[in-house]
Structures are given as structure tokens and as C-alpha cells.
């Protein structure tokens, strides 16, 4: 039937629409995604620095537009269900009071990999390779904290130690800590030594004085094991920064009495909270005191300081003293040192084993052989020759991999190899294919295999000459023998029943029940994909994209549309019988745009009309994804359906859902329920897409539960996201979803893709995370795989490696581009092997283990309570510390804490994860949020990770006004925070802007142009534009933040001391939190403890 007879309006489509400014299909996200690599394999023949090309100019990264129009804070009260709004966001003490004393051994049964047991060897120092060698040794001083008697005339410097009484901290979120009152507020304490991250040159990697970080404050004072020597090059002990090339910031040391020591009284802790109450002990040499304390636990209400520290130290006890904060571990100041020293140069990656900068350092990648750090991060670059090794270190093995990830304008796309009808070279044995790292032999004719060792023919019309080196003469012309990335083009071999693809299609499936059309969205949604169409993903330039499109609108029965170009006007088909889903037509349903523009111009503006009197409340779900899938089927192709839903699916069809939610079982065993779906429908329906390389991305719009951890497994399985909108309103959320909108339609996806990833003889992938299905132990299958999304691959020892082949990685691709075009993309990466466990811990990237644990844990909650998965987590991470103590460590400084360089930032990321809200939800976290946030995490990569654990907080009015660079960020603790000061806090999902009640009026004018404090709008959502300085900068720095974020964040603003202000502090992830998330001293002491009762 026509839905409509009147004659449609003809909207002004053909060019890019103004409302749209920084809409240019090239500029999204700040580089062109339509990156169908300049040549083929045929035009490629440059020397290497040809590789390095900068692809044209005129790329620029399109601003969102802020001009959405003011909102009220309706939507911040909207409730707790807003994770998008509020993520983090709980105000009550946890639950975990009941949490006992017991430990988990690590082979507690959650996730698929077992941790070893806890470590308890004997106190065998290296017991791998011979005995330490001299760098070995060097390395040992380096990591060692002096925790005997210390040598009064040493002029101790460092810690400035105040008079033994107890000082209050300046911050209550503080209560055992603080007394270091004479040490300057923002002075990081010269802790750590060595070289976390080094320059580009890998020899130096292998400096002793790796590590040995962390102390106490009063370390300031380099000393040889002797205590008498000179400070040995790169040994500094916290003091004075003369061999920390890496860390130009350490302070200035301070005078200190000689001989200080800091213990604690003895006998039992005193009352938890009590500013007086002993916090943790330091002693000799501020070491951290021995703890022998009952062992508390960790995850009860945090007591605080209460059972830490409690011990009386060694000879003289003094008076208690409390750690400071500014003397542990700042992941501000390590972010900061690593953007200095790394920032500048190129991190080139031809050497192996190589760790690249932090993520949060803006660097330039040359691929020189070896993947670049945006498409693969590791755990380590350097891994155990054995799995003894590795086992008793704990370091999970594992790769952060980003397929297709998105590249900055100034580096190159992988280029494409076309091998015609023979197709990419393979090993005939493993299959791996042709690499930088195959060995070319017998004068060319054969190569045998980097994975597997297998000899293999050359095929005649790839053979070419062999150098002096024995290196193929034309290796630089060739990208699969010189660079870590490039693609194949693929075969018909690689294709689905051997037949080459089609272009994919999205399918646009809008729910039309009562809510969504009250709430605007329908309306929003519909004018907006008017325009939004002209911008569907494309490549190499082409002037069109080839993806198809169709429309679906649904309730509790669905609605098809025939909008071929011949029609005067759309057609409408209605399925009723949802139980089984079927097509009811085929020619004119996937369209392309510009053929059929009219006739869904006409079905655009007519959709809400038609149903703006519904009264249809209910939905059905499953047949939705049913319908969207059977279409894809139907026109053979691979494609992508988004799905705009408000409800929970009560209405009678397969996959109808109940209201299940029940906070009461929020720390009992029952709690994993609640991550779980509540039918296997959903996966049964996930494998059937799986398998037509039909991928779902969800939109929800709920203004109560509607079971997201259901909800959300298609989208999981099939490699799609989810986004979700609480308690939409148009007028408050319409820019939050538009440019989440924009984003996802334009943005590159692979379809129909399968990635494998291989490794050479000795260690082999075994378990994987991210948003795929996998139906064997190998093949990760992605029905569609966007450049935002990781895979995260652990690697296990099936063998002994060895230190001179080192370990090569191979991650293949196979995929449809988004013009139907099969590819393979190669990522090669190699790594180095250790026989000594300091080499392990010398070359750790501890954003990436955080990525891996997090998702290891976050998986964990489905199978196991979730307190036996954060006491694994505490647990593997004890261990590792505990490890590095026992084994590159110096035997002597068994009272003290000793954090390996690289993995000093460890327990205090590792405290944000447990305290998030999966882990440790608050009374306002919803069970949906906590199922959205867990399910965003699987597939987040290691940068995503590091902010959104620990989130960055900026102060505005600090640096000149006139500076155009990010301010520099300051801890995320309440104690950083200043009334006359104003901050922005971003964690990737969540933005917020904290206005003190001290500031100046003439900055409350610039910014809010009100005239008082008090009469800041708290909840604001967006800021007026003014012509000032100021609000020019702030306004410049959000959507420069929002431009580094795959999703909009959207803004609110915070008064201090309003009511809003709860949901801030629970981003200030240094503080003791409400939910009763250990402050980071308090974990730190904790963690201390851990390790002392792991090596005792
Ligand atoms: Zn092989």
C-alpha cells in the first residue's frame, strides 16, 4: 500500500547540508577514512621513506558542532540510568563490608584463564641463566631500596621529614595521609629510576637501572648496596634527577635529619578514620614499614589506614607518619615525562622488541617492519624464553590489537599488494603469509618460514636475487618484505562460496512505539538520516558510496518500505507474524541513495507523521535483527543494521523479555546473573548474523531497565556497538546522539570479516576479547569490525622461545571493504625473548596490562561473583610485584616497596578498575549501565582504557590565556582541586566542568556571563558563546577533547558543593570512594601488604 499520496517535498539534497559543518566525508575523525591506499602493489616500488607518504592535504579534523541548543538539567535528574551522562556515578558505601579475610588462589575458576596459584617459591634470587652478570647486578642496585640501617652521615635528602606529630590532611578523602605536610603540594617526589620508556634506542633498554621505583619519600638518597659508594650512573634513588634523563621533573631533593625513621607504635592499629591513627609506616630510609599486621581486607569498606602500617619498625620506633600522596607513584607526572621525552621524536619500529610511547604521547609511527603501536600494543615486548618464567612472574602475555585502526593525516594507510589470480604468498604449512621476517634461501628460490620453519618454493614469478645479506634485492619495493602493515588483495579463494562480495548495506530499523515517538526521536532521526545518507562510508575517492540502504520501522509488528528509484512514492509492507520473520519483498527494499533519493526523502518526512498518534507501547526486538539479517541473506551481501530501540521487548515474540532486574543480588553469588542474558535466543540469532557478516549496532533510548546485558549480545557477537541514551529528550540529548549518529554511519567498517592470528614456534594464542563470535580455538569471526574496535589476544608457551629468534607475531585479516572489495590486512609484530625476568619487567607497558586485565575481569563477572574476581585481580597483581621483589630486586630491602619502572602506575590503575562500576557499583548505578560499561570495555583499546580508569582532569584557569596547549592535567583527587579554580574532567564517556566557589567573577562572566557564582545554571550542558578569551579557550578545549573520544561526551557542569557534585567526585579516582573503593594510598599500603605476605 502507499503510505502516503501527498507529494513529497523535494529537501535540497545533492550537496552537503550547512546545518552539517564539518560533515566532509574526508575530514571525519581527522583523517580520511576513505583510505583506499594510493597504489596497488603494481605502482609501489619506492625506497622506503616513499612508504611514509603523506596522504593529501585538505584533511582536517571537523569540530562537532556545539551549537545544540540549551538544555536544562531535566536530564541529569533523569536518574541514575543515565551511564552516558553520569557513568561512574554512585554515592553510597558498598557493599563489601562482608567481604572476609580469605584469599583466592589464582586459579579461582572465573574466565577461561586460570591464574597459576600463588607464587611461593623459595627465595631463589635468578633463577633463570647464569648468575647475574654486572649490567645484571647494576640492574639489581638499581632496583633495590636500601632498607637497612641507614648511614646517618648520607645527607638524606628527599622527603622533607616533618616533626612526628599528625597532621591532618589537607583533604578529609585523606585520612591516613597527609603528615608530610612540609613536602610541597605538586612536587612529585623522586621516585622512580631507570628508564620506563626509553628513546628509540632498544640498547639502551637493556641499562641497568631499570627500576627500583618507589619508595618513600625519604629516598631521596643514592646509595650503593654498601651504602657508602657513589651513586652509580642511572641510580638515583629518588634523589637528585642527574641520571633521569626520563624524568627531568623530579624536584629538587630536601634536607631531611639524618637517620630519620619513620615506624609506627607498636601493637594493635587504633581506630580506623582517627587522624591520629598511625598510616602507613615508613622507616629506614623511607622504606615502607613492615606489615605484620592482621591482614585486612581488602574490598570491605576500605577502613582506611586502620590495619596498615601498623608495625613498629625496626630500631628505634618513632611516632607514625603517613604517606604522602605526593610521594607515590604520579600517573601525571609519568604521562607527562614519557610526552617529553618520546613526543618529539618518531618512534620508528624496525628494531624488535621495542616499547613504544604511552598512549597518551603524541608520536609519529615510521613502520620500518614492524606494526605500528596503533594497530598492536603488547603487555611486554620482551617475554619469558619459558613458561616457567612466565608463570612465576604473572604478567599476562597478551596483545591489544586495532585492525583497522584509524591513523593520524600524516601517516600513510597500509598499502595494498595485489598478487593477481595467484594471490598473497603463504607458507604452505602454517599458512602465515609472506613477511619482513620469511628467510629467503638457496639464492631465492625457496624461503623458509619465521613461524613454523617450514622450507618453502619460491613461486617463479616471485622470485628475485638475494643480496650479499641474503636479503631479496627488491625488498624495499615490495611492502610485504619491508613494512609490518600492508594488505593482500584477496582471491575469489577468500571469498564466500567463491563468489566475490557485494557491497554492503546498512539498514536503518526505527522503533516507532508510543515512547519513541513522544520523546522527538523518530522526528530527530528522520531528518537527520536525510542528510546523513549523502555521507555513508566510501573509498578511494570514489564519488559515491556503494553501500545500499533500506528501512525498517517496528513495534510489535514491522513495517518494510519499498523505496525503489521507479516509485512516486514509498511503499509499506507490513510483517505481522514476527514469530517467523520473513522478507516480504526484495527488489526495492536496499536501495542506493542517489537513485532512489526522492522516494526516501518522501519516506523520511512521512515516517513520523505516520505514527505520531500511536498508542503502540510495546516492542518486539529479536524479529527486528531477524528481519535486518534475512534481508542482507536475501541480497547476498554482508552489511550493517542500526537499530534505534526504547524498550524493554515484551511484546510476544521470539526473544520477549522480562523485567528481571534485581539490585538485591548485587554481592551475593547470584550477582553474575545479572551480566548474564536472560535467553540464549539472542546468541543463537548472533550466530546466524555471524555467518551472513551482518553486523548490529544499537542505539537505546530507555527510560527504565530494558535488560542491556540482553540486549546487547548481537551487537556483542557481531562486532557492533551499542550506544545508549537514558531518558532521551531532543532538546537536551539531540547533540550527544547526532554526533554519535554521524560518526557510526560514516565510519569505515570490514565486513564479513574472520582475523587470525599466528605466531611463531613457542607460543600461541589462547584466548581472546572483544566484541566477535568465535566457533573454534583460532578463528576470531566479526561480522563487521570498525577502526574503533580491539581484539585482545593472551599468548601462551606451548615451548621453550629463544632469545635470539625472539617471537614473531602475525595478525591476518580477512574482510570486505565498505566497496565490497575482499582484503587481507597483515600485522606483523616482533618481540623479544628473556632468560632473566628483569628483562620482562624492564620492557612492560602497564596501559596495555591494565587493558588486558580489565577485560579479563570484566569477563569474569559473567562466570563468577564478583568478588572473587577483583581478589584475583589484587592477587595476579601482588604477584607480579611480587615477583619483580623477590627476583631483580636486592635481597636486602625486604621492609620496603619496590615497584618495578614500568609498572609503577600498576596498583594505582589497577585500584580504578576495581572500583569501577562493574566491580564496585555505587546505589546509583543501574544494572544496565553496568552491563553498557562492561561490554564497552571488551572492545576498548589501551588509550579508551587509560582514561576511562583513570580520567583526566585539567585545571582551565591556571596556564596563561593566551597558551593554546592542553593545560597540563592534575591528579584525579579532591585534594588537587582549588575553590578559585576551575577544572575539566573527561573519562572518554563523561565530561565535566567543576567551578569553584572562589572563583573570580570576572572568569564566571567569561565563561557563564552571569554575574555570580551563585547564579551559574549547575547541570548546564553547554556553555553560552561569548566573545572572550576565555570562553573562546574552554569552549576550544572541549570539543578538542570530544574530537580525541570515539563518543560525544556530552558536558555538565558542576558547582562545587552542589548536589551534582557526588557524581564528579566519583571520577576523582585517587579519593576513597562512596561505594567503598580504597583511596590510592590506602590501596598501595594494601597492595604493600600483599607482596609482603606473597614473599614471606
Ligand atoms: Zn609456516
Known amino acids: 500500500m502507499n503510505v502516503n499520496q501527498s507529494a513529497p517535498p523535494v529537501p535540497p539534497f545533492g550537496q552537503p547540508q550547512p546545518v552539517y559543518p564539518g560533515y566532509h566525508q574526508s575530514s571525519y575523525g581527522g583523517q580520511p577514512e576513505s583510505t583506499a591506499p594510493p597504489t596497488s602493489y603494481g605502482a609501489y616500488n619506492g625506497p622506503v621513506p616513499s612508504y611514509q607518504q603523506t596522504p593529501p592535504p585538505g584533511v582536517s579534523r571537523a569540530p562537532p558542532s556545539s551549537e545544540a541548543p540549551p538544555a536544562s538539567t531535566a536530564q541529569a535528574l533523569c536518574g541514575q540510568a543515565a551511564y552516558g551522562q553520569f557513568g561512574q556515578g554512585d554515592v553510597q558505601n558498598g557493599p563489601s563490608s562482608t567481604v572476609q579475610t580469605q584469599r583466592f588462589p589464582g586459579s579461582q575458576p572465573f574466565g577461561s584463564v586460570p591464574l597459576a596459584p600463588v607464587v611461593s617459591q623459595p627465595a631463589v634470587l635468578q633463577p633463570y641463566g647464569p648468575p647475574p652478570t654486572s649490567a645484571q647486578v647494576t640492574a639489581q642496585l638499581a632496583g633495590m631500596q636500601i632498607s637497612g640501617a641507614v648511614a646517618p652521615a648520607l645527607p638524606p635528602v628527599g622527603l622533607g621529614y616533618g616533626p612526628p606529630t599528625s597532621l591532618a590532611s589537607a583533604s578529609g578523602s585523606f585520612p591516613n595521609s597527609g603528615l608530610y605536610g612540609s613536602y610541597p603540594q605538586g612536587q612529585a617526589p623522586p621516585l622512580s629510576q631507570g628508564q620506563g620508556h626509553l628513546g628509540a634506542q632498544p640498547s639502551q633498554r637493556s641499562a641497568p637501572p631499570q627500576a627500583s621505583s618507589f619508595t618513600s619519600p625519604a629516598s631521596g638518597v643514592p646509595r650503593m648496596p654498601s651504602m657508602t659508594g657513589p651513586l652509580l650512573p642511572g641510580q638515583s634513588f629518588g634523589g637528585p634527577s642527574v641520571s633521569q634523563p626520563n624524568h627531568v621533573s623530579s624536584p629538587p631533593p630536601q634536607a631531611l635529619p639524618p637517620g630519620t625513621q619513620m615506624t609506627g607504635p607498636p601493637g594493635p592499629p587504633p581506630p580506623m578514620h582517627s587522624s591520629q591513627q598511625p598510616g602507613y609506616q615508613l622507616q629506614q630510609n623511607g622504606s615502607f614499614g613492615p606489615v605484620r599486621g592482621p591482614q585486612p581486607n581488602y574490598g570491605s569498606p576500605y577502613p582506611g589506614a586502620s590495619t596498615f602500617g601498623s608495625q613498629p619498625g625496626p630500631p628505634q ?18 604521562i607527562e615525562d614519557d610526552r617529553n621525552n618520546r613526543g618529539s621524536e618518531p618512534f620508528v619500529t624496525g628494531v624488535r622488541g621495542q616499547v613504544p610511547p604511552l598512549v597518551t604521547t603524541n608520536f609519529l609511527v615510521k613502520d620500518q617492519g614492524n606494526a605500528s603501536p596503533r594497530y598492536i600494543r603488547c603487555t611486554s615486548y620482551n617475554i619469558p624464553c619459558t613458561s616457567d618464567m612466565a608463570k612465576q612472574a604473572q604478567v599476562p602475555l597478551a596483545a591489544v590489537i586495532k585492525p583497522l585502526a584509524r591513523l593520524p593525516p600524516e601517516e600513510a594507510s597500509p598499502y595494498v ?15 602465515a603469509y609472506m613477511c619482513p621476517f620469511m628467510q629467503f634461501i638457496e639464492g631465492g628460490r625457496r624461503f623458509q ?38 594488505e593482500f588483495l584477496a582471491t ?12 554492503p548495506a546498512f539498514i536503518f530499523m526505527i522503533d516507532v512505539s508510543y515512547n519513541a515517538i513522544r520523546s522527538g526521536l523518530v522526528r530527530l532521526l528522520c531528518e537527520e538520516l536525510k542528510s546523513l545518507l549523502d555521507f555513508l562510508p566510501r573509498e578511494g575517492g570514489t564519488e559515491e558510496s556503494a553501500v545500499r540502504v533500506g528501512f525498517v520501522t517496528y513495534n510489535k509488528v514491522l513495517h518494510f518500505y519499498n523505496v525503489k528509484s521507479s516509485l512516486a512514492q514509498p511503499q509499506m509492507m507490513v510483517v505481522s507474524d514476527v514469530a517467523d520473520m520473513f522478507v516480504p519483498l526484495l527488489d526495492g527494499f536496499l536501495v542506493n541513495v542517489s537513485e532512489s533519493r526522492a522516494v526516501i526523502t518522501s519516506l523520511l518526512d512521512q515516517i513520523p507523521e505516520m505514527f505520531a498518534d500511536t498508542r503502540e507501547t510495546e516492542t518486539v526486538f529479536a524479529p527486528v535483527i531477524q528481519a535486518g539479517m534475512e534481508a542482507l541473506k536475501a541480497a547476498e551481501c554482508a552489511g550493517k543494521l542500526f537499530l534505534f530501540h526504547t524498550s524493554l521487548p515484551i511484546a510476544e515474540a521470539p526473544g520477549k523479555l522480562k523485567n528481571r532486574d534485581d539490585r538485591k543480588l548485587i554481592n551475593t553469588d547470584k550477582e553474575k546473573t545479572l551480566f548474564q542474558p536472560q535467553t540464549g535466543a539472542y546468541q543463537t540469532l548472533a550466530k546466524e548474523c555471524v555467518a551472513q557478516g551482518c553486523c548490529v549496532d544499537l542505539f537505546l533510548f530507555p527510560n527504565q531497565y530494558v535488560d542491556v546485558a540482553t540486549l546487547s549480545v548481537v551487537p556483542q557477537l557481531t562486532g557492533g556497538s551499542v550506544y545508549k541514551y537514558a531518558c532521551f529528550q531532543v532538546e537536551n540529548d539531540q547533540e550527544r546522539f547526532l554526533s554519535d549518529l554521524r560518526r557510526d554511519v560514516q565510519k569505515v567498517v570490514g565486513f564479513d570479516a574472520v582475523m587470525r592470528v599466528r605466531t611463531s614456534t613457542g607460543i600461541r594464542a589462547v584466548d581472546f576479547f572483544g566484541a566477535f563470535y568465535m566457533s573454534n580455538t583460532t578463528d576470531v569471526e566479526l561480522a563487521g569490525l570498525d577502526g574503533d574496535k580491539t581484539v585482545t589476544v593472551e599468548f601462551k608457551h606451548d615451548d621453550r622461545l629463544n632469545e635470539e629468534s625472539g617471537a614473531l607475531l602475525q595478525c591476518a585479516l580477512l574482510y570486505t571493504s565498505c566497496a565490497g572489495q575482499r582484503r587481507l590486512r597483515i600485522h606483523n609484530l616482533a618481540l623479544n625473548c628473556c632468560t632473566q625476568l628483569a628483562d620482562l619487567y624492564r620492557n612492560c607497558e602497564t596501559d596495555t596490562l591494565i587493558n588486558y586485565m580489565a577485560k579479563f575481569a570484566y569477563r569474569g563477572v559473567l562466570n563468577s561473583p564478583v568478588k572473587t574476581v577483583r581478589d584475583t585481580l589484587i592477587t595476579q597483581c601482588a604477584q607480579i610485584l611480587a615477583c619483580y621483589r623477590k627476583n631483580c630486586a636486592s635481597p636486602s630491602s625486604a621492609g620496603q616497596l619496590i615497584l618495578p619502572e614500568c609498572m609503577k602506575l600498576l596498583p594505582v590503575y589497577l585500584n580504578c578498575v576495581l572500583k569501577s562500576d562493574v566491580l564496585q557499583p555505587g546505589a546509583e548505578v543501574s544494572t544496565d549501565d553496568r552491563a553498557y560499561v562492561r561490554q564497552l570495555v571488551t572492545s576498548m583499546d589501551v588509550a579508551e582504557t587509560n582514561v576511562f580508569f583513570y580520567p583526566r582532569l585539567l585545571p582551565l584557569t591556571k596556564s596563561p590565556i593566551e597558551s593554546t596547549t592542553e593545560p597540563p592535567a592534575v591528579r584525579a583527587s579532591e585534594e588537587r582541586l582549588s575553590n578559585g579554580d576551575i577544572y575539566l574532567l573527561e573519562n572518554g564517556l563523561n565530561l565535566f566542568l567543576w567551578v569553584g566557589a572562589s572563583v573570580q567573577q570576572g572568569v564566571v562572566q567569561s565563561l557563564f556571563s552571569v554575574s555570580s557564582f551563585s547564579q551559574i545554571t549547575s547541570g548546564l550542558s553547554v556553555l553560552p558563546i561569548l566573545d572572550n578569551p576565555l570562553s573562546k579557550k574552554v569552549r576550544a578545549l572541549i570539543d578538542s577533547l570530544r574530537a580525541q573520544r570515539s563518543r560525544y561526551m556530552k558536558l555538565i557542569v558542576v558547582k562545587q558543593e552542589d548536589k551534582l557534585e557526588m557524581l ?33
Open 492 to 503: 575469489v579463494d577468500y571469498c564466500k562460496n567463491n563468489k566475490f562480495p557485494s557491497p
Open 317 to 334: 620506633p618513632l611516632p607514625p607518619k603517613r604517606l604522602d600522596p605526593d610521594a607515590i607513584p604520579s600517573p601525571i607526572q609519568v
Open 417 to 431: 599488494v595485489d598478487h593477481g589470480e595467484s594471490g598473497p604468498l603463504r607458507c604452505n604449512r602454517c599458512k
Open 449 to 486: 618460514c619465521c613461524f613454523c620453519s617450514c622450507i618453502n618454493d619460491v613461486p617463479p614469478q616471485y622470485f628475485q636475487h638475494l643480496d650479499h645479506t641474503g636479503k631479496r634485492v627488491d625488498a624495499y619495493d615490495r611492502p610485504e618484505l619491508s613494512l609490518g602493515s600492508y
Open 1064 to 1096: 564528579f567526585k566519583h571520577f576523582l579516582v585517587e579519593d576513597k570512594s562512596l561505594s567503598g573503593g580504597a583511596s590510592y594510598v590506602d590501596f598501595l599500603c594494601h597492595m604493600h601488604k600483599e607482596i609482603r605476605q606473597l614473599l614471606s
